[in-house]
């Protein structure tokens, strides 16, 4: 509990804010361990492997990070971008 409180006060939220935080990201990630360990119960492991196999076949590999289609932008993110355009 003490550690809690240093933490806490450390991060300048009230303790009780700071469980919350803390049990809603511990549900969090049992809740994605159990979606992960559902949808391995679902895979056909021996399909993945053949297309995986002939994934890239007679094709030549592009350069990293950018493509034709994407222009001057980089790979699509889930992050939104944290670095300054320059105009």
Known sequence: MEEARRVSESEGVALNQFI???VAEKLS???TEEYFRERGR???VKRA???LKRVGRGTPPRAR???E???DQPWPSH???TRK???
Do not use: Q
């Open 29 to 31: 990630a049992l809740r």
């Open 49 to 51: 492997k053949r297309i």
């Open 65 to 67: 990070g950018r493509t």
């Open 20 to 22: 919350n935080v803390a």
């Open 79 to 81: 992050r939104p971008s």
């Open 69 to 71: 289609l994407s222009g």
């Open 42 to 44: 679902r895979a056909d």
């Open 85 to 87: 355009e320059i105009t």
